[in-house]
C-alpha cells in the first residue's frame, strides 16, 4: 500500500475554473512535504514544500495547504490556465530517512477551453 | 538555472541487452538519484549516491546497477534489460536535503 495517496486520479476542469487536489500520507514521523508539477514529457518541477509548522503555502495561482494532525495536504488551484494542464505530484520526506522521498501516485489535471 | 540532462528521450532495446542511461548536472550538486516511473505507481527510487564513487541501494534496486565515477555524472545500467523494466526512466539531482531537480527522463522500450 503506497504510503501517499493522492485523489483524484485525474480530473477536467474548464479554463477559469478552480480545483483541489488532495494528498493523505502515513510515513511518519514526517519531516516536509512538497507538491511537484509534472508536464507531459517532462520531469517533476517543485511548486511548494512545507514543514510540520506551516499549514499554508502559496506559489502564484497555487496553494497548497497542510494538516499535519490528519496527515493531510491539498493544492488548490485558482483561476485554471490551460498550462496547468499537467501532473501534480505530492511527496513526502521521511526524518532520519536520509534523502529519500516518498511519492505519491499523482493527479492529471486537464484543463480544457 | 539548474539543469539536469539525460542523454536519451527514447529508446529501444531488446532483451538481455545490456543498457547504459546517462545523466548529468551542472550545480556541482552532491546527491544524485535514479528513479522509475510506471502508471499507477509513482516514482520508485532505483540508487542515489551523495558523492563520487559512492552509491546506495533504493527501493527497487534488483537489475540495475550505478555508477558515479565524476561528481556531475550518474549512470544508470541495465546488465540484462528485461521487458518488465520497459519504464519511464527520471535522473534527479539535490543539493544536502533540499529541492531535487529532475531531468526530462528517458522512455526506455524492451522488447
Known amino acids: 500500500k503506497n504510503q501517499v495517496e493522492q485523489s483524484p486520479q485525474s480530473l477536467i476542469i474548464l479554463e477559469g475554473k478552480n480545483c483541489t487536489l488532495q494528498?493523505?500520507?502515513?510515513?511518519?514521523?514526517?519531516?516536509?512535504l512538497r507538491w511537484y508539477k509534472q508536464d507531459t514529457g517532462r520531469g517533476p518541477v517543485s511548486l511548494t514544500i512545507?514543514?510540520?509548522?506551516?499549514n499554508t503555502k502559496s506559489n502564484g495561482r497555487y496553494t497548497a495547504t497542510l494538516d499535519a494532525d490528519t496527515k493531510q495536504s491539498s493544492l488548490h488551484i485558482t483561476a485554471s490556465q490551460l498550462s496547468d494542464s499537467a501532473s501534480y505530484i505530492c511527496?513526502?520526506?521521511?526524518?532520519?530517512?536520509?534523502?529519500?522521498?516518498?511519492f505519491g501516485g499523482g493527479t492529471r489535471v486537464l484543463v480544457k477551453p | 538555472d539548474v539543469k539536469v540532462t539525460q542523454s536519451s528521450r527514447y529508446l529501444v532495446k531488446r532483451t538481455g541487452e545490456k543498457v547504459f542511461l546517462e545523466c548529468v548536472q551542472d550545480?556541482?550538486?552532491?546527491?544524485m538519484f535514479w528513479y522509475r516511473q510506471d502508471p499507477g505507481l509513482g516514482l520508485r527510487l532505483i540508487y542515489f549516491?551523495?558523492?563520487?564513487?559512492?552509491?546506495e541501494k533504493g527501493d527497487i534496486p534488483e537489475g540495475y546497477s550505478v555508477s558515479r565515477e565524476k561528481k556531475e555524472r550518474f549512470s544508470l545500467i541495465l546488465e540484462s534489460a528485461s521487458t518488465n523494466q520497459t519504464s519511464m526512466y527520471l535522473c534527479?539531482?539535490?543539493?544536502?536535503?533540499?529541492?531535487?531537480?529532475f531531468g526530462a527522463g528517458t522512455r526506455l522500450s524492451v522488447l
Open positions: 512545507m514543514t510540520f509548522s506551516e
Open positions: 549516491s551523495y558523492d563520487v564513487k559512492m552509491k
Open positions: 550545480m556541482d550538486h552532491e546527491n
Open positions: 534527479a539531482s539535490s543539493f544536502d536535503r533540499g529541492v531535487q531537480y
Open positions: 494528498c493523505n500520507y502515513t510515513v511518519s514521523p514526517f519531516s516536509n
Open positions: 511527496v513526502v520526506r521521511i526524518k532520519a530517512a536520509g534523502n529519500k522521498l516518498t
